[in-house]
């Protein structure tokens, strides 16, 4: 069982950053992928940002290269750094992790972009 923490979600304003990190515990061994999901309201949930442990990187398109998604393989932590945020960046954000052959997800935190 693999169990994913999230953090760094908050209230900004529109034009800020946020950066949210994601901790992978537990048996972890093999873990090769690592994204961002995003589910805003009444709306399906979206990838934003993926991460393979070799680094290469997948954004959904609507990210146009405000977002970046790194990753620290040692210590088996995603970070998904958003700048010029907009309220339809408002949504609970994911994190995932892929372990062949299961997909694990976490509990989510909530990004609200207002002024």
């Known amino acids: 069982q693999v169990e994913l923490v999230e953090s760094g979600g908050g209230l900004v304003q529109p034009g800020g950053s946020l950066e949210l990190s994601c901790v992978a515990s537990?048996?972890?061994?093999?873990?090769?992928?690592m994204g961002w999901y995003r589910q805003r309201p009444g709306n399906q949930r979206e990838m934003v940002a993926m991460?393979?442990?070799?680094?290469?990187?997948k954004y959904g398109d609507f990210v146009k290269g405000r977002f970046t998604i790194s990753r620290d393989n040692a210590k088996n932590t995603v970070f998904l750094q958003m700048n010029h945020l907009t309220p339809e960046d408002t949504a609970v954000y994911y994190c995932?992790?892929?372990?062949?052959?299961?997909?694990?997800w976490g509990q989510g935190t909530q990004v609200t972009v207002s002024s």
């Open positions: 995932n992790a892929f372990i062949d052959p299961d997909l694990y």
């Open positions: 537990g048996n972890d061994w093999g873990l090769t992928v």
């Open positions: 991460i393979a442990s070799h680094g290469t990187t």
